[in-house]
Nanobody, 123 residues
Framework: QVQLVESGGGLVQAGGSLRLVCAAS????????MGWFRQAPGKEREFVAA????????YYADSVKGRFTISRDNANNAVYLQMNSLKSEDTAVYYC????????????????WGQGTQVTVSS
């Protein structure tokens, strides 16, 4: 099992940057693919980014490609989402996700979720 705790959300102006952090518990962190999802008010949760166990492979939603970067630190059980050039449409609750199958994770069928952190982008 793994427990996930997000931090780093907040209020930022359009064009600004934020870095989200997901701290994971457990010794088996490196065996999980990790990802980020988001849910805006009145909308369904959507995939944002994912990273393979090794950190070599990354995947992004088209809406964030070129602006967001996912990375991980297996030594410190953490995954990050660097968000640049933020837009008002990026406003959402951002969730950290984990699963040992990255294909399931990218479909949102992963086993583990964090509690979420709010990101608000003002225009």
């Amino acid at each position: 099992q793994v427990q996930l705790v997000e931090s780093g959300g907040g209020l930022v102006q359009a064009g600004g940057s934020l870095r989200l952090v997901c701290a994971a518990s457990g010794r088996t962190f490196k065996t999980y693919a990790m990802g980020w999802f988001r849910q805006a008010p009145g909308k369904e949760r959507e995939f944002v980014a994912a990273i393979t166990r090794s950190g070599i492979g990354t995947y992004y939603a088209d809406s964030v490609k070129g602006r967001f970067t996912i990375s991980r630190d297996n030594a410190n059980n953490a995954v990050y989402l660097q968000m640049n050039s933020l837009k008002s449409e990026d406003t959402a609750v951002y969730y950290c996700a984990a699963d040992d199958d990255i294909s399931k994770l990218r479909r949102g069928q992963n086993l583990y979720w964090g509690q979420g952190t709010q990101v608000t982008v003002s225009s």
